[in-house]
């Protein structure tokens, strides 16, 4: 038997974490990452409470880990490849081990806080 | 005896030399945005498992000057990569008919601009609004 390639494993993480990513991480920039800080439109925006009360929540701690998770995969993923394209070839199965290392071991620890959580 | 050296093209920089590469890479780069913006986001959830003084702390960090452009350069990244995901994804995607209608491509791009806004719209509302 031939030996097959476990890529489409990661292209389908890869592809679900392109259309989460690009579904939702731009309005959870504008959130999290410029609204909040700035006090936007008022201060709380992401108060403790109310945080908290949405990652406890079955809907909110799959969005949490739905959008980490696979934006995790996506991004490695995409990292992984264009180091070939910008010339990186010694090494390349150490820096395989450590993107979707990081991938896996981030899903794992957000479940982990998700699951503690509820 | 001479060895012979067959010419090899020169790799480095390939992708400097054509615009079209150039916003290849560009949006290969958007990848690097995605993995450490979510990166930001366990962190928090992390300091949000640690109690309420981590968390607070972690919304002060965020008011960093470094942090504001940093969040500014991951929101333009992860708009490219929408646009462009959303662009390439009928060619991606099976063919898709409605009855024995083949579905255009534009329409198929179109459809996820409208669901784009929609979910957008529905975030922002409900956190920044509620």
Known sequence: MPKRSNEPVFWALF???GVVAAFVLPALIVVTGL???????SPGVLSYERV???AASLPGAAFLFV????SLWHGFHRIYHSLHELGVHRGLSVVRVLCYGTALAGTALTAYLLVTAI | MAVRRPYVRPMAGWWRRNPFYIFYMLREATSVFVALYALQLLYGLYTLAVGEAAFDAWLVSL????FLVF???ALAAALLHAFTWFNVAPKAMPVLYLGSHRVADRTLVWAQYLIFAVI????LGVVLGG
């Not at chain 1, 609204?35 to 439109?41: F, M, R």
């Not at chain 2, 957008?120 to 975030?123: E, G, L, N, T, W």
């Open chain 2, 71 to 73: 969040h500014g350069v």
């Open chain 2, 63 to 66: 008011r960093h000057p470094l």
């Open chain 1, 67 to 70: 959008v980490i998770s696979l």
């Open chain 1, 15 to 17: 592809g679900a974490g």
């Open chain 1, 52 to 54: 908290s009360a949405f």
């Open chain 2, 120 to 123: 957008s719209v529905a975030i």
């Open chain 1, 35 to 41: 609204a909040a800080p700035l006090g936007l439109p």
